[in-house]
């Protein structure tokens, strides 16, 4: 089976089995969100993802990347938060592809998968992180690790 068969016939499963890791996750942002809204998400970070792997091209992801950093970090999400989403489906769809595609393909299979994902995580980091730079976010606030250091 090919990674493109692969990503159609077990998309549902796919989309449901990343779903159940980030719930496990207990990460309060998407809790808030609720079950369908949170589902929606993965489920369109899953088409960007199979998308960018059929065109070969990460375009469309860093693109959508970009655009939930800034969503995220207006809505008060960690990033480790908007990372978690994106390492379940990443480990969900690998998960599917060591079953099912042929040893002698499973390093190219792999390979696509991680750089479609890895682009968007890249972007996400890079663009969370300059938005935070730019005000005071609690995350990023270092100083109560050296409360008591004087003296």
Do not use: C
Not at 112 to 126: C, H, Q, S, Y
């Amino acid at each position: 089976m090919t990674l493109q068969d692969v990503l159609h016939e077990h998309s549902s499963s796919i989309i449901n089995e990343a779903m159940i890791a980030l719930q496990r996750s207990h990460l309060s942002n998407y809790e808030k969100a609720g079950t369908e809204h949170t589902h929606q998400r993965i489920k369109a970070l899953f088409v960007l993802t199979a998308r960018g792997i059929k065109e070969r091209n990460v375009g469309p992801m860093i693109a959508h990347a970009n655009t939930i950093a800034e969503e995220r970090f207006k809505a008060g999400y960690d990033l480790s938060e908007v990372q978690t989403a994106f390492n379940v489906l990443e480990e969900t769809i690998w998960r599917h592809v060591i079953k099912s595609v042929p040893a002698a393909d499973l390093a190219e299979a792999l390979g696509l998968v991680g750089t479609v994902l890895g682009a968007g995580k890249d972007a996400l980091a890079r663009n969370y992180v300059s938005l935070a730079s730019k005000t005071k976010a609690p995350s990023l606030n270092l100083a109560s690790l050296f409360t008591g250091t004087a003296g």
